[in-house]
């Protein structure tokens, strides 16, 4: 006869890369787990996300770093360009290496989840269940998730579904939605185009672009705009690439030409321009977007969300208390987020510069500083890819969570 499993259970709303890589940390540290899913099949946007150095080694505590690193398309660096295809910086895989212990790692997607789901215990992911937060909990009650098959109880539930969060809503209703950041942002992945190119950024006027190569050979770019909020293109995304960045350098029009309509995804950016003052209520506890949605010009959503994992599985431990351990886990994440969050709001109005003089200074000044050796450059960064995990791996062996 089996035995009952007396673990305690937890909870996830959202199956996104959040969402998994929390209900991996969790089932590694000793709960029993569930992930509850909207949609009928997990089919990420089609587009890459780069994994920096602090969220590869939140995946080192989960035995998967070493498998992210395998992934990596390019090992000779990069840079960032101006408009017109000038490198104001070129920086090494090499020195950023040195610098924080380890590169940038470009992956689509779909692969990461694909490799997060494989870490899952088979029975752990639900799709197609519509989830809402019912009763948050408290230290003498479980919470309770509402489904359409009924009411689940649960020791711990963790918000991951998203920038439009129902879980936060839910927590902290009278809290101020994610505001428009004051750009608009296109992805696509498409083919490499026939010429070889360098990994770049380019910061031109009013807008960026970026092209990256991925392991199967592709390329994903993405590429930013400041225009109104809510706008879409009457005749088409790809007929509005062509207007704003056909004249940029090569390869960008290459790219753009290589897309076909359907490849293009548009989103006009939002984040949580006022930050949440705790990340948990009861026994329910936010994670990435969902409590710190933030602009993409540090690359950093999905990474911080890989980083919120590790600490909600450290400090949320079985047979701990587990109310002392959530508001652990907000007073180790808030402070680090609601700064990130800020940094890259502050990055995306550097980037995103419409005056030809102050384009024109900019430039001069990121050049400047690259010429004093590319260790300026990346300093700026450091507070963010130093970051350590503040768990040991629970995959004996393979891994290393000091990098």
Do not use: C
Request: net charge neutral.
């Amino acid at each position: 006869m089996a035995q009952p499993d007396r673990r305690p259970y937890a909870v996830v709303i959202g199956g996104g890369i959040g969402g998994l890589t929390s209900a991996i940390a969790l089932h590694l540290s000793g709960w029993r787990v569930t992930v509850l899913e909207r949609a009928a099949t997990l089919e990420p946007v089609g587009s890459g996300i780069g994994l920096a150095p602090n969220s590869q080694r939140a995946l080192d505590v989960l035995g998967l770093g070493d498998r992210v690193r395998a992934l990596a398309a390019w090992e000779g660096g990069g840079g960032m360009r101006a408009q017109n295809g000038r490198w104001l910086v070129r920086i090494s895989g090499a020195a950023t290496a040195a610098e924080f212990g380890g590169d940038l790692v470009l992956v689509h997607r779909a692969t990461l989840v694909d490799l997060l789901v494989s870490a899952l215990p088979a029975d752990a992911l639900r799709t197609g269940v519509r989830a809402e937060l019912a009763d948050p909990g408290a230290a003498d009650r479980r919470a309770v998730v509402r489904t359409d098959d009924g009411d689940i109880e649960a020791d711990l539930v963790v918000g991951a579904d998203g920038i439009n969060s129902a879980v936060r809503s839910a927590l902290f209703p009278a809290h101020p939605q994610p505001t428009y950041a004051g750009f608009t942002a296109w992805r696509l992945v498409v083919p490499a185009p026939d010429r070889p190119f360098e990994p770049h950024e380019t910061w031109g006027r009013g807008g960026v672009w970026g092209t990256h190569p991925l392991k199967d050979g592709r390329i994903y770019a993405y590429a930013t705009a400041t225009v109104p909020e809510g706008g879409h293109s009457p005749d088409g995304e790809k007929a509005e690439l062509v207007r704003r960045f056909s004249a940029w350098h090569d390869p960008i029009p290459a790219i753009i030409a290589a897309a076909r309509p359907d490849d293009i995804l548009r989103n006009d950016v939002r984040h949580m321009s006022t930050p949440l003052a705790h990340y948990h209520r009861g026994r329910t506890a936010l994670i990435g977007d969902a409590a710190h949605a933030m602009a993409p010009t540090l690359a950093q959503g999905g990474n911080q969300a890989i980083e919120d994992a590790v600490v909600l599985a450290h400090h949320a431990a079985p047979g701990g208390d587990l109310t002392a351990g959530l508001a652990g886990y907000s007073a180790a994440r808030v402070p680090r987020t609601t700064a990130i969050v800020r940094q890259a709001a502050r990055a995306a109005r550097m980037n995103h510069l419409t005056s030809a003089p102050l384009i024109a200074v900019r430039n001069e000044l990121i050049a400047a500083a690259a010429r004093l050796g590319p260790n300026l450059i990346l300093r700026s960064f450091a507070s963010i890819a130093d970051w350590r995990p503040p768990q040991q791996p629970y995959a004996a062996g393979t891994e290393l969570a000091q990098r």
